[in-house]
């Protein structure tokens, strides 16, 4: 019969296995190399403390390994591992937040999230807003119009200037002025295409994405190279005659340069 101890923990299987590991000459370093288990777990096997090492389940394998290793007939003892192995220990959550610091920590949440709303909304708004106070009214006017401002003088001497009613101000306009309809050289875009148009002199007369339906128009002497990113949206003409970009196009793009006398020649970058 197995002997108990005061905790009720069964003793004779760990008494037989230690005994059985020590007829053998094995140390417990030994036992835990060969079966692959940690030192501690073959100590609590011997000393029957089998709560400490894991559930049920795992007691009753390395149990078993540890009697086919000593050759100990261990299948008596294995149905008191169920009752051997302590439950875990249940968690008890003692926390406890004061109501104060409770409705504290949720203002203080509020807070931080109006403050943000605050900062995200207020540019937005101030951006929206309508301006405010009346309008000023403007009017346009060119650079060169001077408007009268002479008083004339009558008959019986000099007058006095006659009051003139408050005008509004003037803005000059800067838009330009529109190009020749009559051109030497004219580019008409059908679809979108990038040019690069520079002057006989190097200087860069236009460099940018040109949209379709737009067109240029230069003056003879006016470009001397031009590079067509699609050439297959792009129609020159020169003089009233269209120009077969043929021999200026690489893939999609057409390079050229135009002489003061008007030829075109390839070019290469």
Known sequence: ???TVSGGM??????????ARERAGLSIQDVSQRLKMPVKVVQALEAGQWDQSGGAVFVRGQLRSYGRLLKVDVEPFLHQAETAV????????HGHTPPLQYFFDSFKRRAIYVVLTLVIVTPIWMTLRPAQGPALETSTASLDVVPDAAPTAGASGPSKPAARPQAAPFVASMTPLPRSTSAWLSLTFKGDSWVEINAPDGRKVEHALVRAGEERRFAQGEVGRIKLGDATAV????AGSTVDLAPFQ???VARFTVSSEGSLAPVGD
């Open 1 to 3: 019969m197995m002997d």
């Open 10 to 19: 069964p003793q004779g299987c760990g008494d037989a296995l230690r005994s």
């Open 86 to 93: 302590a439950a875990p220990a249940e968690l008890v959550s």
């Open 235 to 238: 129609e020159v003409q020169q």
């Open 250 to 252: 690489r893939a999609n």
